[in-house]
């Protein structure tokens, strides 16, 4: 029989094909719906399938949507660790008024007043977690982490991010945060001299940012401070004129003389005075590498002053190198190469000091390495009438005294003795006077290079 239908249907077109299957599917059909609507468990089963798939589908697809809209309305800032954003942001945050923080870290910082004394200050910046503020009329949704895994090579402290979400519309709030930021980081260094030292290839701060050096307070002979200053204004002015000749912008300057003589302190006061910070580097360092050197000269933070401390520390060793054969840090040819390699658009105005201008190599006295040198000795009377006159103001009469009594010893000390001996006898001008023998004898330094 079977045999029999199989051969007709061969035979048959494909119209009554299609009637037979037709048939099939009905038969199909009709049973489903018979047990559908005389079994009730069945029912309920398929519908709940239909509802279960329904479900996923509306799941997936609110996923799909929410993932469009989050991609279209939100937008999000990633703030990293090593970026000098990242440590204002958290300092803004923590004196932001409305904020949601329940994660908090502590931030110890040391003040330093106009009087010199420190006190300490505890800041609560939010910790690792999620947090909410309110800036202006927008929520932000804030979130630092800090990875288990990644350090940072050059501190060993873990590498952290903040992340700040908001909503698309609002994300013009980013740039006006991160500017409200950065002026309250700049506000705790206004009036201040940052001083960096190097901390492996980078530049740290060193201590908190100091008072400026009052730059009246620095007492040198007749017009060397005037034309100094003079020279670095010019210098800061003429940017445009050294890009238009090609020229490397940047300007060195040497000062050399006796220990005390107040080299350092008329370089820090001339960076208070031209609101300028001081990177300074020791020569004389003995993990101070020539490479270290390079990078570092070419990576300063902005607005600073090199001050490379002591560089006949780099001939001297190259002597030592040749005559006792023991390992060297900085070379002359490597201090040599890092002064002329500075390759920054940048102004870049380097101070250099010496007790020691002989030990020099007439090299580093080419232009473009050292453009000004300045001899600064021991106090002159002029000097020495003016310290005595810083300490005692209205003492006028007794400067002169002072001053002659100087000559007349033929003493050559330094400004540094000067003032430890005003400094021993504090709010009395008589006995300074007194005691004037007290000051030593010091060596005199050849002032011609
Ligand atoms: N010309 C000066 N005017 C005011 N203070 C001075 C002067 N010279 C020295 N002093 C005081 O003496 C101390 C040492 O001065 P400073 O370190 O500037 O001397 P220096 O010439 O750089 O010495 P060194 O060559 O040993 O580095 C500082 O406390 C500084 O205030």
Known sequence: MSDKNAVSTVEIPNTNLNV???????KIKGIINEAMSNNPYFAAGGGLM??????AVARSGIV??????YRQMIVDLEIQSKDKAYSWFLTWMAKHPQRVSR????????IQHDNGSISTRFNLVPGPGNHWIKYKGAYLHIKRERSAKMIDLQNGSPYETVTLTTLYRDRHLFHEMLDEAKELALKTTEGKTVIYTSFGPEWRKFGQPKAKRAYASVILDRGIKENILKDVQQFMQN???????????????????????GKTSFIQALAGELDYNICMLNLSEGNLTDDRLNHLMNNMPERSILLLEDIDAAFNQRAQT???????????????????????SEET???MTTNHPERLDPAIMRPGRIDYKQFVGNASLYQAQQMFLKFYPEKVEL????????ADLKLSVSTAQLQGLFVMNKDDAPAALANIGTLKLTNGIDSHI
């Not at 239909?50 to 479900?55: D, H, K, R």
């Not at 994660?103 to 040391?110: A, G, M, N």
Request: hydrophobic letters at 35%; a positive charge.
């Open 50 to 55: 239909i509802l279960g798939t329904g479900l």
């Open 64 to 69: 799909k949507l929410s993932r469009v809209l």
């Open 349 to 351: 105005i380097t101070f």
């Open 399 to 406: 400067a002169e005294l002072f001053v002659k009594e100087l």
């Open 20 to 26: 037979a299957d037709d048939t099939f599917k009905g």
């Open 239 to 261: 940017g445009k004129w050294y890009s238009d000749r090609g020229i490397p912008y940047r300007r060195g300057y040497l000062l050399y003389g006796p220990p005390g003589s």
């Open 103 to 110: 994660h908090l870290s502590v931030r110890t910082s040391f």
């Open 322 to 344: 040749q005559d006792q054969g023991y390992h060297s840090s900085v070379t002359f040819s490597g201090l040599l190469n890092a002064l002329d390699g500075i390759t920054s």
